[in-house]
């Protein structure tokens, strides 16, 4: 198999497990609080990651554990997985899985209006009329289809799942900071941390931890290794194969097409067709912004 198809081919498998994560989330959070599968998922992801890195010999976990290192992945991990999914399970758990899902997408605009001070970034006027199109998407999807009436069902849940999308920009601002380390290392140590305050959350909180029910068991295996840890190392996998990153990185917007369906066959949910177009509108305005700050970056360098 030629490089670019199996990079190709590891990166739809990688999309076909993610969209399956709204329903993994729905379906796990009828058998356990949202904080708890966090930290089961935690362990199970963890576990994972550490096999793989076990396997890998050009990693060594003695490397890993810098001072720089440390600091480092102590914030990273504060983002993500601890804050960032603390705040999108609880969504899940108030709002339909197609929803909290759709929403949940909407980080790349974040991450273009986060850019601004963190990376001292201009937002050029095309990016205004990208924006736009993604929050009319918004407001469709919040509003079930009625954008008029400015009636948000349940407005606690959109807002927590709109806050998931921005935990995961600063993130993801975070990460572009820190290219030194490979992202093997990153995962694994930003994960450790991740179910260090996981654990303390727990403890503050007084919520007992107890041997979970086999239903929660099979929903913190799937989501630990599937949505934690070995799909991000097949993504990365592919993404190192592809000639050109941008080839394979904007497969990524199928995942909450295919997640639609998923979440009907497995869910149950009745997929609304305001929700369809308002996805549309995200991920319309998401390609815009990506096309034309592409064209303008190849005349800058032409």
Do not use: C
Not at 38 to 50: E, H, K, Q, R
Not at 128 to 133: N, P, Q, S, Y
Not at 279 to 285: A, E, K, N, T
């Amino acid at each position: 198999m030629k490089k670019q198809k199996k990079a190709y081919f590891l990166a739809l498998v990688a999309i076909l497990f993610w969209s399956t994560m709204s329903s993994a989330f729905k379906i796990s959070l009828r058998f356990i609080s949202f904080d708890l599968l966090i930290f089961w998922s935690a362990i199970i992801g963890l576990l994972a990651l550490t096999l793989i890195l076990a396997f890998n010999k050009e990693i060594s976990f003695k490397q890993q554990f810098t001072k720089r290192n440390i600091l480092r992945s102590a914030v990273m991990g504060f983002f993500n997985p601890f804050l960032y999914y603390l705040v999108l399970l609880k969504a899940y758990s108030l709002l339909e899985a197609q929803v909290a899902g759709i929403l949940n997408y909407t980080w790349p605009i974040v991450l273009v209006l986060l850019s601004v001070p963190f990376l001292k970034q201009k937002i050029p006027f095309y990016s205004f009329f990208a924006l736009f199109i993604s929050f009319v998407g918004i407001i469709i999807i919040g509003t079930d289809g009625n954008p008029y009436a400015m009636q948000i069902t349940e407005p606690f849940g959109i807002f927590l799942a709109l806050l998931s999308a921005f935990f995961w920009a600063i993130y993801w601002i975070l990460n572009l900071k820190d290219e030194k380390r490979k992202s093997e290392e990153k995962i694994f140590l930003n994960l450790l941390f991740g179910l260090v305050y996981i654990a303390v959350y727990l403890l503050v909180k007084g919520v007992e931890i107890e041997m979970p029910n086999w239903q929660t068991i099979v929903g913190a295996i799937y989501i630990g290794m599937f949505e934690l840890s070995i799909s991000f190392v097949i993504w990365l996998n592919a993404l190192k194969l592809s000639s050109n990153t941008a080839k394979v990185s904007n497969l990524v917007y199928l995942s909450p097409f295919v997640a639609l369906f998923w979440i009907r066959l497995t869910v149950g949910e009745e997929i609304h067709f305001s929700t369809v177009i308002g996805l549309i509108f995200i991920v319309s305005g998401i390609l815009v912004q990506q096309l034309l700050s592409g064209r303008k970056k190849d005349l800058e360098e032409s």
